[in-house]
């Protein structure tokens, strides 16, 4: 302290032009601005001012109250230094990102992202002014996402970083990072960079779009630092002391805010890894100890099946889901386990959040909530169609913007999702709202999910894809065909619509193509109906341990008919054979490592149109797949295949 002392009274000789005084002529404790001391003025203690914040990087606010007192003498200025330099330290210190038992703190952080800030500032990338940010791991992600921001780069966040999926999009940006490292070795060196940054900096987020097709969204700086502050506003105290932990991606506008942009705005850490197994999720809550979780309804649906959630300890302070609404069964699951369901927030890439709601228990011990409430300073109302319609400070103006999702109000102000408006499609001239038709088979026994989707052919016709409860598995399995299903279901569908809006094509799976967001596409559901000339189109299939069993319709259009045999087409055993081998390395765990063929026998021609099942039986303690290929109780093929129990280490 005596060092910063003698340092502080010659910076004050220096500063002020004292040339008639030496620092021993200053006392630690002198009044510097009254009569009985130095007797200085206000234009001094300006000049002080300026002299103290550019040797110790002070932050001097006018408006601090203590700021008369700070300045009393050489002692006060000396503890005031002090405190400042140690606030600075424990910023420098604080941990932003955990990796592994490694804590990478601000300092790292920001030396990083200057040395970034360095390389785009020199020659060789000065002239790219749009840049692709396809950084997967989460801390080069921020680390390049200010560095590119403070440079005066205008950044483009697609949400799929493959070459094929960027490649649409290259008019959109002149450069990728994709490689911070590689960036950074090709910078220069010299002084660090200052983020300075424009509140008003402009970025363009890529959406893949309900129908599949690229979809681009402007937004700003300000719009994320406005829905950090709404965040903050309604979970600030929650996160505060935690690490955030998520098992979504960061490329999307809920993971860049929940998972990296609102904890470091915190001053909290996020944890590195993306824990996409629920084992992973374990193991983090475990040994981060206070934790928030940011998922989806799509991982966390499925989550209660595969691992007991009472492991999940000790249990996050909040889980977040974002992407879809989660399915009440799964929210109670997590009320069960943990005492409250997770947070579920509405919302879309063009407004940020809107609404948040948790199903918790609500008066009723049994009753669970599905109504949204709107976020603080998020204004709702219904329009003439029944679609949503907002106001919100996450929006770049103060306009009323449409949804195309359909609302009821109640008179509190919260909501209630009807479907979307933008799925309502017309066939044969006749109007049908596709979450509708999804919603009323959702009420058949039989049915657990559905998605329906158009399809287009000769005729625009409707595809079902469904995932079945265990009494629409029980019978499916006992019928003698999934005919006997589809049947009953457009029965039931018809009492509710006109037969010709019914579904035309059916599908059963183990899960709907939910997406890493918990979304699925237009696109990701035809592709389940689309016929492939080298493989049978899989109607229906279930899976138990080791027993399989599918449903699978042999169309004439596969090439395995072709001359064999000229009018007489028979599908080719060794194809049967191939199938059993592909199915089996799909459905079971190290089974693909074929050895030889036992007992193989094929009973019946399988001609082209046929619909029949397969059961597989997997054994991994001999190695082998047990096959049947049936009609009802009528044999076509049977056998086992063989594989190297080497392929299971």
């Given at each position: ?9 010659q ?5 002020l ?23 200085l ?20 606010e006018?408006?601090?109250s ?18 400042q ?9 604080r ?22 800030v360095?390389?785009l ?7 790219c ?18 560095a ?6 205008q ?14 999009l ?10 911070l490292d590689s960036?950074l ?11 300075k ?14 129908s599949?097709?690229?979809k681009?969204?402007?937004k700003?700086?300000?719009?994320f ?21 998520a ?8 993971g ?27 193991a ?10 940011v998922s ?19 249990p ?40 948040w ?45 449409r ?5 009821q109000?109640?008179?509190e ?13 017309k066939?044969e001239?006749k ?27 000769a005729?625009?016709?409707l595809?079902?894809?469904?995932t079945?409860?265990?009494?629409g598995?029980?019978a499916?399995?006992?019928a003698a ?17 006109d ?12 899960q ?7 979304k ?5 559901l035809?592709?389940r ?33 072709s ?13 049967q ?7 089996a ?20 021609m399988?001609r082209p ?12 303690g ?13 044999d ?8 190297s129990?080497l392929?299971?280490?």
């Amino acid at each position: 302290m005596t060092a910063l002392k003698l340092e502080i009274k010659q910076l004050l000789i220096d500063a002020l032009n004292l040339e008639d005084l030496t620092v021993a002529d200053i006392g630690d404790d002198m009044p510097l601005f009254n009569t009985d001391g130095l007797g200085l003025d206000s234009i001094d203690a300006l000049e002080i001012g300026i002299a103290l914040r550019k040797k110790y990087q002070l932050q001097i606010e006018a408006t601090d109250s203590g700021m008369r007192e700070h300045f009393r003498s050489v002692s006060t200025l000396a503890d005031w230094v002090t405190s400042q330099r140690n606030a600075h330290n424990c910023v420098d210190t604080r941990p932003v990102c955990i990796d592994g038992d490694r804590v990478l703190d601000w300092r790292f952080f920001t030396e990083r992202t200057c040395a970034a800030v360095r390389a785009l500032d020199g020659e060789r990338h000065r002239s790219c002014v749009r840049w692709a940010l396809c950084l997967s791991d989460p801390f080069d992600f921020v680390c390049g996402f200010f560095a590119l921001l403070a440079a005066g780069k205008q950044i483009v966040l697609p949400s799929n970083h493959k070459p094929a999926a960027l490649l649409p999009l290259a008019g959109l940006y002149d450069s990728v990072l994709d490689d911070l490292d590689s960036l950074l070795a090709s910078g220069e060196g010299g002084l660090g960079a200052e983020l300075k940054i424009d509140p008003r900096a402009p970025l363009s987020l890529v959406t893949s779009g309900s129908s599949g097709v690229p979809k681009v969204i402007h937004k700003t700086l300000v719009q994320f630092e406005a829905e950090i502050q709404t965040l903050a506003t309604l979970w600030g105290t929650v996160i505060h002391g935690a690490t955030v932990v998520a098992s979504v991606p960061h490329h999307h506008i809920y993971g860049l805010l929940f998972r990296l942009l609102w904890p470091l705005a915190a001053g909290q850490p996020f944890d590195r890894l993306i824990c996409v197994d629920p084992a992973d999720v374990r193991a983090r809550l475990a040994a981060l100890q206070k934790t928030v979780l940011v998922s989806s309804p799509a991982q966390l649906a499925r989550w209660p099946a595969l691992i007991n959630l009472a492991q999940l300890a000790p249990p996050p302070g909040l889980i977040f889901s974002s992407g879809g609404p989660l399915a009440a069964e799964a929210a109670a699951a997590y009320v069960q386990a943990f005492g409250a369901a997770p947070i579920e927030v509405y919302g879309s890439t063009e407004t940020g959040g809107i609404a948040w709601r948790c199903q918790r228990q609500a008066q009723h011990q049994n009753e669970m909530s599905d109504a949204w409430t709107p976020m603080p300073a998020v204004a709702v109302r219904c329009a003439a169609d029944g679609a949503l319609q907002l106001r919100s400070p996450h929006l770049p103006d103060d306009q009323w913007w449409r949804m195309e999702d359909a609302v009821q109000i109640d008179v509190e102000g919260r909501f209630r999702l009807r479907g979307r408006l933008d799925r309502i499609i017309k066939l044969e001239e006749k109007r049908v709202s596709l979450p509708e038709l999804e919603h009323v088979l959702m009420q058949h026994p039989w049915v657990k999910q559905a998605a329906v989707v158009p399809l287009n052919g000769a005729r625009i016709t409707l595809g079902a894809l469904l995932t079945l409860t265990e009494e629409g598995i029980q019978a499916w399995r006992s019928a003698a065909s999934r005919l006997f299903i589809t049947q009953a279901l457009r029965r039931y569908l018809a009492e509710h619509f006109d037969v010709v809006v019914l579904p035309r094509h059916w599908r059963f799976c183990m899960q709907l193509p939910f997406d890493e967001r918990g979304k699925f596409s237009v696109t990701d559901l035809a592709v389940r109906f689309a016929k492939n000339p080298l493989q049978p189109e899989l109607l229906a299939e279930w899976c138990d341990g080791d027993t399989a069993l599918l449903e699978l319709h042999v169309p004439s259009t596969l090439i395995h008919f072709s001359g064999h045999f000229p009018g007489l087409p028979i599908l080719p055993g060794v194809v049967q054979i191939d199938w059993v081998a592909r199915y089996a390395a799909h459905y079971f765990a190290r089974c693909d490592g074929f050895q030889s063929l036992e007992q193989i026998k094929f009973l019946s021609m399988v001609r082209p149109g046929t619909t029949l099942r397969l059961a597989l039986v997997h054994d991994p303690g001999r190695g082998r797949i047990t096959f049947r290929y049936h009609v009802d109780e009528h044999d076509y093929a049977t056998g086992r295949i063989v594989y190297s129990k080497l392929a299971t280490v």
